[in-house]
């Protein structure tokens, strides 16, 4: 069954989260009322993590009445106060959106002086920021804003060069934030097959009155890129990314350092980029600036898509080193497992189909880890069937209990993703006749898949 949203978040907390969290929720609530008592239970106890036994269950394991209803009010009410700790926790990492509401505080109450103190010290402290980026850029332009429109009966020294610099950092604001927006317009359309030419061309023409600078350069040149991959234009951005062009950590420096490394491996694809070393440069840099971790380590499904897409343009041997490098920044839980099912994709790719299962037999792995596997097992016992009927059979037996014990586990779409797959590979052999994989759509592994249509309709 789906578990209740808030236990969806509390069991995407480390420990120190935990900690926190549960420190907060006494600001609310005493230790001694029913409601922590279900916190404590939740926290002492993970076996509901690994498989919820439903909530009339979890009720008597939690409450001396073992009423469902109550632990459900109570599983609310510990959501709203957890609504709150994720707003707090996230502007903790912000400092300069602490800065700007303290800034906004102090003048709502009069306190002007103070309130200037802070304006002065996020700009000494904007100054010293390496690189740029468009929320950099509107923190400057918000903080005369905060300063300009604060309402101080005694301020009589308002400077034109605030005004200015009000005006020139929210134009590199609109601007890199607008065309971020509409490099992924770009990007969704030509995926989904979406005609958004229009808002495009309303967004272009506001363009065309920005003052520019190098960040409004930058993001210009990205998005003629996205429209049409250009190799000349793609080695321009990733130079200047790779020089440290953008502020390191920033929303936009996370963001475009992930469009040159999807639309490097788009022109290496189309036979335009000839050089792969300059592909994986931009991995190498993404990884050491952690662009792809979450909480301080990398999580197994960006690293296992990170290796699918390496596996398209690297050696086997490259890869092996790739991943004996990488695998320690993922999260310590599943890092064993995914240094072995890395390997496993590698022989997929590289087409080792019987080397597979030697890696794939892990015990300590995430949802997304699982159904990898599950994935890249079936595909091997099915290559290798002919030889090993009975493997196969129960690899196959194993898949359909999976799919069905798990289907409020995985996404819909993974789900149908696997069904298809599934269907595939049984049609294959019992299936008379030719097949279309327009019957097989959506589908994991695509390439593959297409592969073996060809294969089963003759060549064709």
């Known amino acids: 069954m789906t578990l209740p949203k808030f236990l969806t978040f509390y069991q995407s907390l480390d420990s120190k989260q935990v900690f926190h969290f549960r420190k907060f929720v006494l600001s609310y609530i005493g230790p001694e009322t029913e409601a922590y008592g279900v916190l404590e239970v939740l926290s002492s106890r993970n076996d509901w993590q690994e498989r919820y036994p439903g909530n009339e269950e979890m009720a008597k394991y939690c409450l ?112 890199g934030k607008a065309t971020m927006m509409m490099c992924e317009v770009v990007s969704f359309s030509k995926y989904f097959h979406v005609d958004m030419s229009k808002e495009l061309r309303h967004m272009e023409e506001k363009m065309q009155v920005i003052e520019k600078n190098k960040m409004v350069d930058l993001c210009k040149f990205m998005y003629k890129l996205m429209i049409k991959p250009e190799v000349k234009l793609w080695y321009k951005i990733s130079d200047a990314i790779l020089r440290g062009q953008l502020a390191e950590g920033s929303i936009m420096h996370s963001v475009l350092t992930r469009y040159i490394f ?36 990398l999580s197994p499904p960006s690293f296992h898509n ?45 087409g080792k189909y019987q080397l597979i299962k ?34 196969y059979k129960r690899i196959v037996n194993n898949f359909a209990n999976y799919l069905k014990y798990n289907r409020d586990r995985i996404s819909a779409e993974a789900l149908q993703k696997y069904r298809n797959l599934f269907r595939l590979l049984r049609d294959i052999d019992q299936k008379p006749g030719q097949l279309n994989m327009d019957d097989y759509n959506p589908v994991f592994y695509r390439k593959y898949c297409l592969k073996c249509i060809q294969n089963k309709n003759g060549g064709l």
């Open 306 to 350: 990170l290796i699918n897409t390496l596996c398209q343009v690297m050696e086997e041997k490259e890869l092996f080193g790739f991943i004996k490098k990488w695998v320690p920044q993922v999260d310590d839980r599943f890092q064993d497992a995914a240094g072995k099912i890395a390997k496993a994709q590698v022989y997929f790719y590289k």
């Open 64 to 175: 001396a009445s073992g009423h469902q209803k109550t632990y459900l009010n109570y599983l609310s009410m510990l959501y709203d106060i957890a609504q709150e700790w994720m707003a707090l926790d996230q502007l903790r990492k912000e400092p300069y959106e602490q800065d700007l509401l303290v800034q906004r505080w102090l003048n709502g109450k009069g306190l002007h002086q103070q309130a200037e103190q802070v304006r002065a010290k996020v700009l000494r402290n904007l100054d010293q920021e390496e690189g740029s980026d468009y929320n950099l850029a509107r923190y400057r332009s918000e903080v005369h804003f905060e300063y300009l429109f604060c309402n101080n009966p005694d301020m009589n020294d308002y400077r034109e060069e605030d005004y200015r610099d009000m005006l020139r950092s929210f134009d590199a604001y609109f601007c």
């Open 262 to 297: 999807k639309s490097g491996t788009n022109l290496w694809s189309l036979g335009k980029l000839k050089e792969v070393e300059r592909i994986v440069d931009i991995v190498q840099y993404a990884l050491s600036t952690k662009i792809y971790q979450t909480e301080g380590k």
């Open 358 to 391: 030697n890696h794939t037999n892990v015990t300590e792995m995430s949802p997304n880890q699982r159904y990898l596997v599950q994935g890249l097992d079936i595909i091997a016992a099915f290559e290798g069937r002919h030889n090993d009927l009975q493997y």
